[in-house]
């Protein structure tokens, strides 16, 4: 009986082990896109923290003083990073999860 019980044991940390890993491997390749408020910046940015584009609409240029396009790159960054806090704290959720079922 002991020997079952070890043998479910160890099956459950594998499958823990590679729920771990997917996950890891989803979460290194996702990206986040931040916006400004009036959606005239945009920037992605990965799980790594990464800096991957920056899209900033032509007409802003066109009409903005640079203080505003500034205010408005903050605005974008801030919430890329607001995004990606969301995502890791969502993953790291479903590792509790995945944990605390291995202890049952």
Known sequence: MASNDLNQMLERARMV???????????????????????????????????????????????ARPEEVEDLVLEALKDAGAQLRQMTEQRMGQLTEALSAFGR
Do not use: I, K
């Not at 931040?34 to 007409?59: C, K, Q």
């Open 17 to 63: 082990t590679e729920q771990m890993a997917d996950m890891r491997d989803r979460l290194t390749a996702s990206e986040v896109v931040g916006t400004s408020h009036d959606g005239t910046v945009a920037v992605t940015m990965t799980a790594d923290a990464e800096f991957r584009d920056v899209r900033l609409d032509p007409e802003l240029l066109e009409r």
